[in-house]
């Protein structure tokens, strides 16, 4: 099965159809910062875009997945130095306590400012209430997705 | 075998060699040094060069025998190091478990800034884990921090103090000519300066200074400490890259689940094994029989496959038959029956008492009543407990995202019958801890199922795993009564405290109240009185142990207490208080009234107390001492007509002494709030049958980002010792809710979760 994951192609060789996305990114493939929080698309973790679209890999068979466009937090960054300005706006909140979560995060927020560069506040709870943070670490979770969202209207960092 | 060597795993290579240098020059015993043998520092030598100071943290002395005190009181056992290399970069080992609480940042803030370091160059590794050398390695109890707080400021005004003396004898001038920061030092007479790094090697020639001598700066002098630092795994962590347990990948590894009894002390009569056996990937399945120590390892049936989706699918086609003929019946609708019955009669056994309460009761000017009552809660981190292990020729090997790597070690030598020098924990971060990961058992459970396939095994837990085999923070039940005289003054407090024990002796962990909790040692006459009740569920540390349930009661009480005596509740607590002192002389981890009476003015006055609401909107206050903070937090609420609830902002003020790292400490706080709010509002385990349940996040309702009120954190920087943030914020909040909606909406809420009496958000 061809996977084309943050701009590369994978082979994942022996892999059921069904198997959930999830654990093909994490097993076959060594992309562990998507992680497995519940297995039932409630808590967030596992959030990956696929075609720009934030989705649970975790509900994902991964047949459905291949050939198509898969980018995990692995890729959200253009490069190393370079990161997106959601990464950029986590370290500078100091947003995470555990962490664990906060892929996952990144990875919806990232989604939303992709199609609504201007986001309410109504509209970063609404869709960030699909991904669970046990730290609490909310509320400079809102604060990161605001800064961040106005930096990106501020177009590319010279 | 070669693990995925995270660089957080290749410090501890560089570490032992730093350990064998310490140890090699002080076997020399050369006088060169010129240390004295009461001396807490020691300078080492390591390839490489540049100024390395090992020096030791949390002196044994503390915790350990008194054998033990007098032997560390003559030998010098460095377990912590500081290292200013040539290139100017500054290193420093972290040696307990980074689980959330930001300690790998705010210790090598506090060493930072006494030696003035330039923060950008300041590098933190995870120590490995060898008690024998570093002493406790564990995260609990909100404890880090003051017990290594001295040490790690003398070792950095030592190291700054060595870089002074270099640079002062280069120039041929005074020390007291030379200043410093940002890892230089400044001549001020000619504007010479020089930096850490072109010092680090003279320095390191120099004799220590004299311990004695070294001043500490005055909290107004620092430029770090109490500032607003962000973590140092942060671009780890937004970049995904392997911290965790989950994310350990050990050549030639096997994937691994575990299927144990739902009710606690089930056996395995008799499994499908063969048929699991020939499912697609799966490389073995068999029972594990366990020991019966629910702390480490229970019966169940493993199943060990090519890959975790591989052994999760067969898991779903695995059939066991249990014997559940010693496994636990309990039932919390039957236990809840229990204490309503006890509530009313004499308690079984007395905790503490003062003065005479009976009397105090029959001459109070009213007296009020109250049965609270608080739920079994998951500890529901969100990376599910798992371990890598690997057993081989007589020596096994972990990667655990765990709290306790130190107590690992001798579980798994005990368990697999292994001296502990053949046993090996690489500690991981942790997705959560609570106080879950302070209990062993996957990492044992790993290790067993490595042992018998022979091969390497991450051991994953399923989320459903996870709920059901927790160690629960216990409910409880409080029966209070309590008087007022007639100018409204508490002058009797009764409280029988219904809990459970495991073996009809002594309250299970987490069960337990202390004989002096608040307010014991503010009434004249207090009558604590306890009555068990039997539970075979494991129950465990869950944040802020005791007080997170304790808090809701007590203070909530107090509240009924105020109101019944028609006083404003901020004047009542600091009635209560009283004249600043420590209510237990001696002791500087019990509480201050003083340092109470401000974070209660403080709270009140951050959110507006007393200033008009409109109807239907309230603010509740309350305050509770924990692991020596001090804490009290103002809710302001309202509540419509059904019962829904909306959190608007929680007002916090601390006196936890100097902050370290104001943007660690303040996230700890809003998410002490979070969570506190958290599980009061939905949050419950029920058993039924010894059977935990809900299983999963969809019926276990966790705040969301839309709910998450506005959470104002104000600290009084007090010149106290520092103490721990990880829980202290978290027991005042669900009283201080009770007490708004009480405000808002005249119901007095006695019973969590709140959605208990028809509340919704």
């Known amino acids: 099965m061809r996977l084309r994951v943050n701009g590369k192609e994978y082979t994942a060789e022996g892999v059921e159809e069904a198997t959930p996305l999830l654990w093909v990114l994490r097993d076959n493939l060594g992309l562990v910062g998507t992680k497995y929080g519940c297995g039932i698309g409630a808590c967030g973790a596992c959030t990956v875009h696929l075609n720009g679209q934030a989705v649970r890999s975790c509900l994902i068979p991964v047949a459905s997945a291949a050939d198509q466009a898969i980018i995990t937090i692995e890729g959200l960054a253009p490069s190393d130095e370079a990161l997106h300005p959601l990464q950029r706006a986590w370290i500078d909140q100091d947003v995470a306590q555990c962490g664990y979560c906060q892929g996952g995060q990144l990875m919806t927020a990232a989604a939303l400012l992709a199609k609504n560069p201007d986001p309410s506040d109504a509209d970063i709870d609404q869709a960030l209430s699909g991904n669970l943070c046990r730290c609490g670490t909310y509320l400079r979770i809102r604060k990161a997705v605001r800064l961040a969202a106005a930096e990106l209207r501020k177009g590319p960092r010279s | ?761």
């Open chain 2, 1 to 761: 075998m070669s693990a995925s060597l995270h660089s957080e795993f290749l410090a501890d290579r560089e570490l032992r060699e730093l350990i064998l240098a310490a140890e090699e020059r002080d076997a020399r015993s050369s006088g060169l040094l010129g240390v004295s043998r009461r001396s807490f520092l020691k300078l080492a030598g390591v390839a490489g060069g540049g100024l390395v100071l090992a020096f030791s943290l949390e002196p044994r002395a503390a915790f350990g025998s008194a054998e033990e005190s007098a032997r560390t009181a003559t030998e010098f056992a460095p377990n912590a190091f500081l290292r200013v290399s040539p290139d100017g970069s500054i290193l420093i080992y972290s040696k307990g478990p980074e689980i959330g609480q930001g300690v790998k940042t705010s210790f090598a803030m506090i060493v930072a800034e006494e030696l003035d370091a330039d923060w950008s160059r300041v590098r933190v590794e995870q120590a490995r884990i060898d008690p024998a050398v570093y002493g406790r390695q564990s995260a609990g109890g909100s404890r880090s921090i003051p017990a290594s707080w001295d040490q790690l400021r003398r070792a950095g005004a030592a190291a700054r103090s060595m870089l002074v003396a270099a640079a002062a004898k280069e120039w041929g001038v005074s020390e007291s000519e030379c200043r410093t920061g940002k890892s230089r030092v400044l001549h001020a007479g000619s504007e010479r300066e020089l930096g850490y790094g072109e010092l680090a090697n003279r320095a390191a020639a120099l004799p220590l200074p004299d311990e004695s001598r070294l001043k500490l700066k005055d909290r107004k002098d620092y430029v770090l400490l109490g500032t607003r630092v962000t973590g140092v795994d942060n671009h780890a962590l937004v970049t995904g890259k392997p911290l965790f347990g989950i994310d350990q990948v050990v050549s030639g590894m096997l994937y691994a689940v575990f299927e144990k009894c739902a009710a606690v002390g089930g056996k395995v009569v008799e499994a499908n094994l063969d048929e699991v056996k020939t499912l697609p990937g799966v490389k073995d399945a068999f029972v594990i029989e366990g020991n019966g120590n629910v702390s480490e390892v229970m019966p169940g049936v493993a199943i060990v496959a090519t890959s975790t989706w591989a052994a999760l699918s067969a898991r779903r086609k695995l059939r066991v038959r249990w014997d559940e003929s010693r496994a636990s019946t309990d039932s919390w609708k039957q236990s809840v029956e229990r204490a309503a019955e006890v509530a009313s009669q004499a308690p079984a056994a007395t905790v503490s008492r003062r003065g005479d309460v009976d009397r105090a009761f029959q001459t109070a000017a009213k007296t009020v009543e109250g049965f609270y009552s608080y739920p079994f809660v998951a500890h529901a981190p969100m990376e599910p407990q798992n371990t890598t292990a690997s057993y081989k020729d007589g020596r096994i090997e972990v990667w655990a995202p765990t709290q306790t790597p130190d107590r690992a070690l001798t579980v798994l030598a005990s368990l697999l019958g292994l001296h502990a020098s053949r046993v090996t924990i690489h500690q991981t971060r942790a997705g959560g801890g609570f106080g879950r990961r302070l209990i062993n058992d996957v990492v044992c459970e790993a290790a067993l199922i490595s042992k018998r396939v022979g091969a390497p095994v991450k051991l994953q837990w399923t989320r459903e795993d996870d709920m059901q085999h927790d160690f629960y923070r216990v409910g409880g039940f409080h029966a209070l009564k309590g008087a007022v005289d007639a100018s409204g003054k508490l002058t009797a407090w009764h409280d029988h405290f219904i809990t459970f024990s495991a073996d009809s002796k002594d309250p299970v962990a987490g069960g337990d109240i202390d004989a002096n909790e608040f307010p014991a040692l503010l009434t004249e006459s207090f009558r604590l009185g306890q009555t068990l009740l039997p539970l075979a569920t494991p129950c465990g540390p869950w944040r802020a142990p005791r007080s997170n349930g304790i808090a809701f009661a007590v203070q909530s009480f107090l509240h009924e207490l105020a109101t019944a005596a028609n006083r404003d509740h901020l004047e009542f607590l600091l009635e209560l208080m009283g004249e600043p002192r420590w209510l237990q002389p001696g002791n500087t981890f019990a509480l201050h009234t003083g340092r109470a009476a401000n974070v209660i003015r403080r709270a009140a006055a951050e959110a507006g107390w007393g200033k008009p609401l409109p109807k239907g909107r309230g603010r509740g206050l309350a305050f509770h001492f924990s692991h020596a903070g001090h804490f009290a937090e103002v809710a302001e609420v309202s509540v419509d007509t059904k019962k829904k609830l909306a959190v608007h902002r929680v007002t916090v003020a601390g006196d936890i002494g100097p902050i370290v790292n104001l943007s660690g400490a303040e996230n700890q706080c809003q998410g002490a709030v979070i969570d506190g709010l958290s599980t009061m509002l939905g949050l419950e385990m029920d058993i039924e049958q010894g059977r935990l349940s809900p299983h999963n996040f969809d019926r276990y309702p966790m705040l969301r980002l839309a709910h998450a009120p506005e959470v104002d954190v104000h600290f009084i920087q007090s010149d106290f010792g520092p103490t721990g943030v990880g829980e202290p914020a978290l027991p005042p909040l669900a009283p201080a809710v009770c007490n708004a909606i009480f405000a808002a909406a005249g119901e007095r809420l006695r019973t969590l979760p709140l959605t208990r009496a028809g509340y919704t958000i």
